[in-house]
């Protein structure tokens, strides 16, 4: 609904604007397949409705934004086949890319600069696993 935005104007609720995380990666390590199959079945509830953990709102619905047509009916198939794992629906919407916005540079490596509670954690912890995540 609005092109240009702020943090603070997607923690409104009111852009129609989803907070999600850019993920960038080398093919040659990890599939899409894995990194779905963390996301899904690892990494959040696809079946909480607008919510995430104690945050709540359209904001925080669960997305999936893909940058191709090939890679969006990749993903609705994936999402079929994980259906039957979940006792609920999943409610991720899948979807391609629209208006993807970079967050202000306060936001960029949020964690490694104390996050929420001041407590600054490395994202380089030696890992040699293909899909990793700090937090």
Known sequence: QVEKVTYEDVCSGRTGHNEVVRVMYDASAVSLRELLDEFFLNAHDPTALNRQGNDSGTQYRSGCYVDSQEE???VRSVVEELQPKFN????TEVDLV???NVAEDYHQGYLEKGGRNGRAQSAAKGCNDPIRCYG
């Open 72 to 74: 969006l009916e990749f």
């Open 88 to 91: 609920g629906n999943i409610v």
């Open 98 to 100: 629209k208006l993807y």
